[in-house]
């Protein structure tokens, strides 16, 4: 019955129920963070297990122990960019005028994480159909790479709908700069944070760790696999 429950408050959180107009102009969003924690967790270790299947189908060495550290690692990733963004996203929001408190712009952000989580899982089957399917190490990479981007997108659509209710003027330009805010510290930290959390996906033929040391970052990275995917 509590697995229901959450399954229902997921589908009330895609179709907006708990971001209304009359909410976000109060000020007040009523959903419980610890509810949202919980529904991101589910979702982010849904698609986790997804991603890590590559290591199962493609050889990779302790593979048991790469889909475990997948499943953690993406619920985790989320997670830890919010704690590390949170403070300055509510310090710029609060600057620009926006009627939510501190609580309720935590609980507005984890409304747009469950909502890019819940994106993930759906997208599930089909990493791990591509990850029986393929042998590129750099394929199924950028795979995961676009459908974080997809997922990432759609979450902004929210958040961006959202915001237009929770300032008084939304044509202010302080509201729009906001949110441009929001968008730049959120998915350069995510980036990064995503970097210093790998690997997710486990190379083949590669002994497994847990992490891998932090040289060069993340979008030279993803410049370097188009480059191998191609070669």
């Known amino acids: 019955m509590e697995l229901r429950n959450y399954a229902l408050e997921v589908d009330g959180t895609l179709r907006g129920r708990y971001t209304s107009p009359d909410a976000l102009q109060s000020g007040e969003i009523t959903y419980s963070a610890r509810r949202l924690v919980a529904s991101c967790l589910a979702l982010g270790m ?4 997804c991603m890590g299947s590559f290591a199962f189908f493609r050889g990779a060495q302790e593979p048991g122990r790469q889909l475990v ?3 953690l690692k993406v ?3 989320f997670l ?7 403070p300055s996203l509510y310090v710029f929001s609060a600057l620009a005028g926006s009627r939510l408190t501190a609580i309720a712009t935590l609980r507005l ?6 909502v890019n989580l819940a994106v993930l899982a759906g997208f599930g089957p089909v990493i791990t159909f591509f ?3 393929t042998q590129s190490y750099p394929f199924i990479k950028l795979l995961n790479v676009l459908l974080f981007s997809i997922a990432g997108v759609l979450s902004l659509v929210l958040l961006r709908r959202s915001l237009d209710h929770a300032f008084d003027d939304w044509k202010d330009r302080r509201a729009r700069a906001v949110f441009l805010v929001w968008i730049v510290v959120y998915s350069v930290v995510g980036a990064q944070m995503g970097w210093v959390l790998r690997p997710f996906i486990g190379t083949p033929l590669r002994r497994f760790e847990w992490f891998r040391d932090h040289d060069s970052h993340f979008f030279s990275n993803v410049l370097e696999t188009v480059r191998a995917l191609f070669d």
Do not use: E, K, Q, R
Not at 46 to 49: F, I, P, Q, R, V
Not at 80 to 86: K, M, R
């Open 46 to 49: 849904l698609y986790g297990l």
């Open 69 to 71: 550290a997948a499943t």
């Open 75 to 77: 619920p985790l990733l």
């Open 80 to 86: 830890l960019t919010l704690v590390v963004t949170f």
């Open 109 to 114: 952000l984890l409304i747009a994480i469950t």
């Open 131 to 133: 990850a029986s399917c």
